[in-house]
């Protein structure tokens, strides 16, 4: 294992982000020894803690890791809090001290890596002052890696990625889209471009429709006021499922880099129409949860949920069909959907193939009860929590006649290999130490989400008409069901009938 020498310096080193997910993902890389002793950290934010609260407070953070005592001080130890007010100049000369002190303390040969975990207000404000401060080394390499949403449209995102490019190149900025750090999302280039049998068959003329869901059976927790304002669309649809999209829709890449797979995942996105007002009034659809039941759990309604506005209007929900101009996909509807409140976590991709030209197997004439028609095959990525794979086919049932028993070849990664998987986090911050662009959003990636996903919101905030309602528990409003029913399909991962057959719904 390589050792990485680095300054991180984290903006936003109180918050929520930075405890849940770099903390613990740091000290898994210190852990296997991508990090060992030439590393440092400066957490900055605007409490005035002192370095012994900071190493307190990341070693709470890594306590369900089971460091040792000593694992726990020797890593800890590397973290260093400095007080800081963004807008402040002079702080950021302190920064540079400090930094420059660390560089020398642990050889860090000048490397450095921003980690912008707060507001988007603040970017532009830090990288600048990151260059007018003279905090960007010219010995090693400086990059920044900022968090999501960039930007609330695709004006603010241009403009917040003026600001950025006007300090960092292209190739040392790192735009984090965490579901690029998924075990299942990485693999769907694998089963794509290792697999004959898919590949051959991934374009229009044997493909019938794709869904991805993104499901979540929890609410806004507490955070309402910031989902508020986003809702589900620049949530997750922005961002994770145009991500997700693109990598399902890409050409084969000439080669598996970073180059290659961003040139194409760029042409992917650019395929995707972006719709006139009277396409999203047909082709998307937004919901919100009121309160409901799902088996001995009562929730709430989004309405009452804290942060949120007692009139609000915010999707917690969207379905919606993508539609991709090219030789490849012209003609297979892209279905996606995502929602808080639904009745189970779940992410899966189903790639709905055509059926054969003509059922050889229907009931014969008097047949006493008639053949249902062939159920197509699927082939389902389980993204999390499961991650697997798995391929429905149509067999013959055992006995004297011919009926059609549909089977399913499976595989699930074990929950000891999942236990033993980086995280997310833990893979893309290594990718940026090693100054691996691949799974991070290029610019050009990002504004193009962003103009296939500004309509949606224009139309809707143009509209008379409101969001529907679904109850927490269920999949979403029937608006989403219908949406695929008026083109005779269905959506084939449906949890929410095991909970209704058995009436816990
Ligand atoms: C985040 C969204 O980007 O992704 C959250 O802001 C959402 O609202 C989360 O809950 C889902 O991520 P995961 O990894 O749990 O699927």
Redesign the pocket.
Known sequence: MKENKVLFTIFGATGDLAQRKLYPSLFRLYRTGSLVESFAVIGTARRPWSDETYREIVQETIAYLNPTEEEAQAFSSHFYYQAHDVNDTEHYDKLKDLADTLDAKYTLDGNRLYYLAMSPAFFGTIVSHLESQKMLTSDGYHRVIIE??FGTDYETAAKLNEEITSVFAENEIYRI???LG?EMIQNISAIRFANNIFESMWNNRYIDNVQIS?A?N?G?ED?GG??DK?G?LK??VQ??ILQVLSLLVMEPPVAFSEQEIRAEKIKALEAVRVYTPEEVKENFIRGQYTAGRLADNQYLGYLEEPGVAEDSKTETFVAGKFTIDNFRWSGVPFYVRTG?RLTE?G?RINVVFKQVPVNLFKAEVGAECEQPALEPNVLTIY??PTEGFSLSLNGKEVGPSFNMLPTQLAYRNSAEAIENTPE?YEKLLLDALKGDGTNFTHWKEVAQSWRIVDVIRQTWDQSEEGCETYPAGTMGPEAAFELLEKDGFKWIWHPDEWYRERNLL
Do not use: C, F, G, W
Request: proline share 4%.
């Open positions: 999501k949403p889209d965490h579901y998924k993104i979540e929890l806004v955070r910031y989902y986003s589900a949530d997750m961002n994770h808080k976590k992410t993204i999390q997310a």
